[in-house]
């Protein structure tokens, strides 16, 4: 999968969001993703990756096996 697939994915559900991939295996299918939204304020850990794998998840049945994030919002 693409990076710009990934990123248009997440900003579907997160518009304002910064978001930085990198290809940790260079297979394009295990990810770390750090990402910046105003959405994530107020929110526990664990609510904002369910945000996130909300809007991949189709992707992570199929194309991406892994996905590491580092979630925050803006400073």
Do not use: N
């Not at 295990?30 to 991949?56: D, N």
């Not at 199929?62 to 919002?73: D, E, F, K, Q, S």
């Amino acid at each position: 999968m693409q990076p710009d697939q990934i990123i248009a994915r997440i900003r579907a559900v997160l518009p304002d969001a910064q978001v930085e991939l990198r290809d940790l295996t260079g297979t394009a299918d295990h990810w770390e993703a750090t990402i910046v939204s105003a959405a994530f304020s107020g929110k526990t850990p664990v609510q904002r990756h369910r945000m996130v794998y909300q809007a991949l998840a189709d992707e992570l049945r199929g194309p991406i096996h892994a996905l590491t994030l580092v979630l925050r919002p803006p400073e």
